[in-house]
């Protein structure tokens, strides 16, 4: 199959943004192209689901087959923040179905498969270089097989553009809509080990092979070694264990500077910090598995324009804290599919159709911001815009909200930003521990 000329939407990149929008608007019986510059199954980070993704997948149809897959069921969190221990459920908030720890490369590869049975045509290993708008609804995307350098350049002409190109966000950058987020000056480092220890929901450490009949926990702590914003996960997996660290942006050069460099400071503080290196005391680093990203969180000063939306982290991303980077490309790939399909039948209001998805996304990603932002303090409209938008949620939410936030001491605001009625008993929705029982 060769890449077409001509369709109705070409979607940038197939990772869960890209799929699913792909795959809703291929429902509604438009000709939808998807060009990924990998092959799937490929690597990607962002391995703990909250459950509420779940909704996403039901729409989409596609909970048979990530049920199918038999990912790890995770049990809640284990919070350790200025040395205090304490244990969350999405159970006590309502949800009856599982938070996930996912293997990326299958969760993605699910997805975009999904695409191709909703009539999607796929094509990997095929690089967009760039952008043209001729108009509302008329738009060109030039691409190059993966691998082939040179002058010439395809083009493939469509009414809108969908870029879902993740962090490299290949639309924003080219237009000058792409800002890095001056709150958030922080790099991950992260990688892999194998037999780790995990914390059970009873408090109980557990070793790796009662991963099949125990369920984890996401375990997450700040750490004085990494200054005050800095903080580490430990997700375990079928096979391995994920464990990062946000850093703030000022550590990479002393980083750098130590024996093996980023990855010997990576490594020296994951046997530092107290209660993850005894997770960690059993189990085998895996080399060839680190990774650093500097400046990850950014927004776009636009999200949407003639012949295009940006949805996912392309659009926005900003700090992995809350395990919410998933569900909210997932949410943006969903409204972004309804408003495409409501510009491509009713192309006289595309203005409106695109100005209600930059208020709604907008939204959602300042609600994001407020929750995990470490100095929030005194920006009203951004302050006013959250309360507005969390008031909006049901209050099992707002309440979920203000535990994982009051949890990790992130957002100085959110008790304000809440419903008085969602903050009534919160103390039941948490429990203190003591200490890990190993
Ligand atoms: C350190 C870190 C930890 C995280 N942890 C979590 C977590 O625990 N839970 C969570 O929910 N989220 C987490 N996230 C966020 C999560 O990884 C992202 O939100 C999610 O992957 C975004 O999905 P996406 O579809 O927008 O982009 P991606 O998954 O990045 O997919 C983009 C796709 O576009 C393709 N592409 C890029 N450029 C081009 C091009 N020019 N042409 C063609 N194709 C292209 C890429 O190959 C890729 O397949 C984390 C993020 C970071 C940085």
Not at 124 to 137: C, K, L, M, Y
Not at 257 to 273: D, M
Not at 279 to 303: D, K
């Amino acid at each position: 199959m060769e890449v077409p000329t001509q369709c109705d939407v070409v979607v940038i990149g197939g990772g869960p943004a890209g799929s699913l929008c792909g795959s809703l608007l291929a429902e509604e019986g438009f000709d939808v192209v998807l060009l990924e510059k990998a092959v799937h199954p490929r690597y990607q980070v962002g391995e703990s689901l909250i459950p509420h993704f779940w909704k996403f997948c039901d729409l989409a149809g596609l909970t048979p087959e990530i049920e199918a897959e038999g990912f790890l069921e995770k049990a809640g969190g284990t919070i350790v923040w200025n040395g205090e221990i304490n244990q969350m459920a999405f159970k006590d908030f309502g949800y009856e179905r599982p938070a996930l720890h996912v293997e990326r490369d299958r969760f993605d590869l699910i997805l975009l498969n999904h695409a191709r049975k909703r009539g999607v045509r796929v094509f990997e290993e095929v690089a967009v270089t760039r952008f043209e708008s001729h108009g509302d609804a008329d738009a060109s995307v030039f691409w190059r097989p993966v691998g082939e350098s040179g002058e010439g350049e395809n083009e493939l002409r469509c009414r809108y553009t969908v870029d879902a190109s993740g962090q490299d966000a290949l639309l924003a950058r080219q237009l000058g809509l792409h800002r890095t987020d001056p709150d958030f000056r922080f790099m991950s480092m992260w990688g892999y080990y194998e037999g780790s220890s995990f914390v059970a929901l009873d408090g109980k450490v557990h070793p790796a092979e009662m991963l099949t009949s125990i369920a984890p926990t996401t375990f997450v702590s700040s750490t004085e070694l990494l200054g005050r914003w800095g903080w580490v996960w430990q997700i375990p997996l079928r096979e391995t264990t994920s464990v990062g660290m946000i850093v703030p942006m000022d550590r990479l050069k002393a980083a750098k500077a130590e024996p093996g460099g980023a990855e010997g400071f990576f490594r020296r503080i994951c046997s530092e910090v107290p209660l993850l290196q005894d997770l960690l005391a059993p189990a085998r680093y895996e080399e060839g598995g680190f990774h650093l990203l500097r400046n990850y969180s950014h927004s776009s000063t636009a999200v949407a324009g003639p012949g295009f939306f940006l949805i996912g982290d392309a659009a926005a991303f900003v700090d992995p804290v809350l395990s919410a980077g998933v569900t909210v490309s997932l949410y943006s790939a969903w409204l972004c599919a309804w408003t495409v399909g409501r510009c491509l039948r009713s192309p006289e209001r595309v203005a409106s159709h695109q100005d209600f998805y930059t208020q709604r996304l907008v939204e959602r990603v300042t609600v994001y911001r407020s929750l995990v932002l470490p100095a929030y303090e005194g920006r009203k409209q951004m302050a006013d815009d959250a309360r507005r938008t969390i008031r909006r949620e049901p209050l099992t939410e707002q309440a979920l909200m203000a535990v994982a936030t009051a949890l990790t001491d992130r957002s100085v605001d959110i008790d304000a930003f809440v419903d008085p009625t969602a903050r009534h008993d919160l103390s039941s929705r948490f429990r203190t521990l003591e200490g890990l029982e190993f």
